[in-house]
């Protein structure tokens, strides 16, 4: 079952802007963490940048200052706009969620992932 849509992405030349989007669907009954995490080819996933439950923020050293995280809680979604993309930047992105979704009469915790989202940087 899809809980998270993920939509943006795509081919960009280095010095490029993208936009990412992640939509929590109707099935999340609770939102704690909300984040996008990353995987280069032959790299282990890794933290891009993330809003916690408390609001706060944490960026990864090597995007910060160029990308930016926002979050709408009454549209329960998430936007990461990237500026000033460099070819390391070239992975596929993963939007992630740690909280609770519907199953059945109740609902189960964890951690959920989106289907991932390539983005390209390249000239």
């Known amino acids: 079952q899809t809980h998270l849509v993920e939509s943006g992405g795509g081919l960009v030349q280095p010095g490029g802007s993208l936009r990412l989007s992640c939509q929590a669907s109707r099935t999340v009954y609770r939102i704690d963490d909300m984040g996008w995490h990353r995987q280069a080819p032959g790299k282990q996933r890794e933290l891009v940048a993330r809003?916690?439950?408390?609001?706060?923020?944490n960026y990864a050293d090597s995007v910060r200052g160029r990308f930016t995280i926002s979050k709408d809680n009454d549209k329960r979604m998430i936007d990461l706009q990237m500026n000033s993309l460099k070819s390391e930047d070239t992975a596929v992105y993963y939007c992630?969620?740690?909280?609770?979704?519907?199953?059945?009469?109740?609902?189960?915790?964890?951690?959920?992932w989106g289907q991932g989202t390539r983005v390209t940087v390249s000239s």
């Open positions: 809003v916690r439950k408390d609001g706060s923020i």
């Open positions: 992630h969620m740690r909280g609770a979704v519907y199953h059945g009469m109740g609902e189960i915790e964890g951690d959920f």
